[in-house]
């Protein structure tokens, strides 16, 4: 209240002045604007006072100093353009178009301005509860409109003891993306109670563009889940490689996997294309890893949970070297595989980690980037996401999420159903929808496709092998395959590759809600 007050005084100041001169070029002074005058002084030290009373982290003293000269200054025009009605009349115009932009909007930030709350999107999420997880570090991240607005948050929160840093210090192209605009307030254990009031004052504040929590995201229990892999040991060849366990691949006779490999045979790669898997880690000294494998950082090669190097097999172990399974990103040549770990031995990550994992990704070269993760949906966060999604896109690299374990629209949850990303729901070995896979609503405007994703055999740490289950496991199947594909392109599109899987998928039994099957083979034949 008291800003508005100090708004509309100043405004009225300033306009009390011009019709002074206005009405003193024909005669002699009236009272009403004098009083006006005197009227909208009075007002305008009361709410310099008021300010000062309500909010000690205000420099009054700036306020004034700038609102003097800007006083000044109609002083002098008004003075100058005293004999000249019309030119009065646009000054008081021009004062009042003026005065709205900047008085009740930018300068009411300066006198820490709260606005009234705003209604927000109604997936988006103003309050923690219950069903949303919030970093102990970081709790919130946010876009200041600018720098100047960046000062007056920073003294805004200063009973908090908030401190700030760059959400996102490490982007190599910032003039490409606005994710370097984005600052991540980390509160004191002592005001954690506070977070909720914290995050609703940065909202409705008036100075940010977006405000999320900074949530923990965390393998779902289907992710994690380990089947019995007696089934592992070598059997009689039903494909043209000599690995060994690649014929206990159930995957592969749904993916016309012989088809696939002879065809790629006959071909050679342009480049050796790069896989970046965004995950838990990698082992990176799996026997049937590391021939494909590139270290990005000496810490991301380990993996204690062992998803990441499950992911990591499907999409690029390597094939046809008598080791272990094969993979559909083909033979020694075609791929590589590095490891971005966004994901804590515990399972669990936050979106600024993830978030971060994209851009580390799309920075370091990456062909294809896969995401076997995912969380809660909110409209802002969706966008942080997509605002990541693009600028690896600008890079030169394709994205591919994972649609969710919930059984439910894969619209609800992130980061799938984005459209700078290919999301991947989860068929079985008859291609029906995995009774767990999130699914879509309209396959082709979300960019969905699906590939097989229950018991699928692959890596584990530790020289070993394992089934598990989700659409974390179909997610890889299909980076691997986009490996292949940018390895004999490398200029292709998220859009260009999904128009591909799209023209030569196969149905499955609700191809509405799962997108088409993935069909390498019939992939390879039309990039001929």
Not at 110 to 129: E, F, K, N, Q, R
Not at 160 to 183: A, N
Not at 425 to 437: H, I, L, P, Q, T
């Amino acid at each position: 209240m008291i800003t508005a007050v100090y708004a509309a005084s100043w405004i009225s100041l300033a306009l009390s002045t011009v019709l002074w001169f206005f009405f003193k070029r024909a005669l002699p002074v009236m009272k009403v604007p004098r009083i006006l005058l005197l009227v909208s002084l009075a007002a305008y030290w009361l709410s310099i006072l008021g300010v000062q009373t309500t909010n000690g982290s205000i420099n009054t003293l700036s306020l004034l100093l700038r609102d003097t000269v800007v006083l000044a200054t109609v002083f002098l025009l008004s003075k100058y353009f005293f004999k000249n009605k019309y030119a009065l009349l646009l000054l008081m115009a021009g004062i009042g178009a003026g005065s709205y932009l900047q008085y009740f909007n930018y300068l009411r930030s300066s006198a820490g301005y709260t606005a009234t709350p705003t209604t927000l999107p109604t997936d988006s999420i103003p309050t923690t509860d219950e069903t949303i997880l919030v970093a102990s570090d970081g709790e919130i991240l946010f876009d200041p409109k600018n720098d100047h607005d960046l000062e007056v948050i920073k003294k805004m929160l200063m009973p908090w003891k908030v401190t700030f840093q760059k959400t996102f210090p490490d982007l190599q192209h910032i003039d490409q993306t606005e994710l370097d605009d984005y600052y991540t307030a980390d509160i004191p254990d002592e005001f954690v109670a506070d977070r909720d009031e914290i995050f609703n004052l940065l909202t409705n504040s008036g100075l940010t563009q977006d405000v999320v929590f900074n949530e923990v995201i965390a393998l779902s229990p289907e992710d994690l889940q380990v089947f019995p892999a007696a089934d592992t040991t070598a059997g009689s060849a039903l494909y043209p490689v000599n690995d060994p366990l690649a014929n206990n691949m159930d995957q592969f006779p749904m993916l016309d996997f012989g088809a696939f490999f002879n065809l790629l045979s006959l071909k050679t790669p342009v480049k050796k294309a790069k896989i970046a898997i965004l995950d838990t880690g990698i082992d990176a000294e799996h026997e049937d890893l590391k021939g494909n494998y590139i270290s990005t950082n000496t810490k991301y090669d380990r993996d204690v949970v062992g998803h990441g190097t499950h992911c990591a097999g499907i999409a690029a172990a390597v094939t046809n070297n008598g080791i272990g399974i094969a993979s559909l990103g083909g033979s020694n040549g075609w791929v590589s595989v590095t490891s971005i770990k966004v994901l804590g031995d515990g399972g669990g990550g936050t979106q600024q980690t993830i978030l971060a994992g994209i851009a580390a990704a799309a920075d370091q070269g990456a062909d294809v980037i896969s995401m076997s993760l995912g969380g809660q949906r909110n409209a802002l966060s969706q966008r942080l996401y997509d605002q990541a999604f693009q600028y690896a896109n600008q890079q030169g690299a394709i994205v591919v999420v994972a649609a969710g374990n919930d059984n439910k629209k894969a619209s609800r949850v992130l980061p799938s159903a984005s459209p700078y990303a290919i999301t991947v729901a989860a068929v079985d070995n008859r291609g029906e929808k995995a009774v767990f896979s999130n699914f879509f609503e309209d396959a082709p405007a979300e960019l969905g496709i699906a590939a097989p994703g229950v018991q699928i055999l692959s890596s584990l740490p530790d020289n070993r092998y394992a089934r598990m289950s989700g659409t974390s496991m179909a997610t890889p199947c299909v980076a691997g395959i986009l490996g292949v594909m940018k390895a004999l392109q490398p200029s292709l599109t998220t859009q260009q590759a999904f128009q591909l899987f799209n023209n030569t998928g196969a149905e499955t039994t609700n191809t509405a809600k799962t997108g088409k099957l993935v069909q390498p083979a019939r992939i390879l034949e039309a990039m001929n």
